[in-house]
């Protein structure tokens, strides 16, 4: 798996013989001269990729929430375990909008980094990999809205949020399209 030795497997069938000798020798791979041309063929590779972990996604002033209890605004995905994060929520966000859907859940435990984010930098496609660092199933099912409401107000499922029960503006009556995101057991 990491290249460090090759197997070179010898199998020789005598004449008449029903079962062939097999010979097994381990080598290692720095023992033998790089190919240049596969050396250079592989260094382009990285280069997309390190281009592709630089790319830009977006602001993070963009997605920073003003909140009249800071002084400064912040966009983090730290603690989000343990409450709303403004991070996890943007991300959140972002989903809901991407997928179409009025509504998006995503498993705290899903989002990883625990970051502070700097408002004037960008979020990168290598931020998005060290917050969801695992492979995310998704799917969309409609709620009724009464389930939804419910599960909202439980101050048991979120014992730490600061969302007023009041401030929820959800028809019980109206079924809700709803994207859920969950990580995919390894």
Known sequence: MDAHQAAVIDVQFEKNCQKP????????????????????????????LREL?????????????????????????????????????ALCSMLRMGMRCEV????????????????????????????????????????????LQETIQTRDVWPRTKLPKEDISIHPEQPYVVKMARSKAF
């Open 53 to 89: 972990d630089e790319a830009k996604l977006f602001t993070i002033k963009d997605w920073i929430e003003k909140d009249d209890d800071k002084e400064i605004p912040v966009f983090s995905t730290k603690d989000n375990r343990l409450g709303p994060s403004t991070g996890t929520t």
């Open 21 to 48: 000798s097999i010979q097994v020798q381990m080598l290692k791979t720095n023992d033998f001269p790089a190919d240049p041309a596969v050396k250079e063929r592989v260094a382009g590779h990285e280069s997309i």
């Open 104 to 147: 998006a859940l995503i498993n705290a435990g899903s989002v990883r980094a625990g970051k502070v984010y700097d408002p004037d930098d960008f979020f990168t496609w290598s931020d998005m990999k060290a917050e969801i660092p695992f492979p995310t199933e998704m799917s969309v099912c409609s709620v009724p809205g009464k389930i």
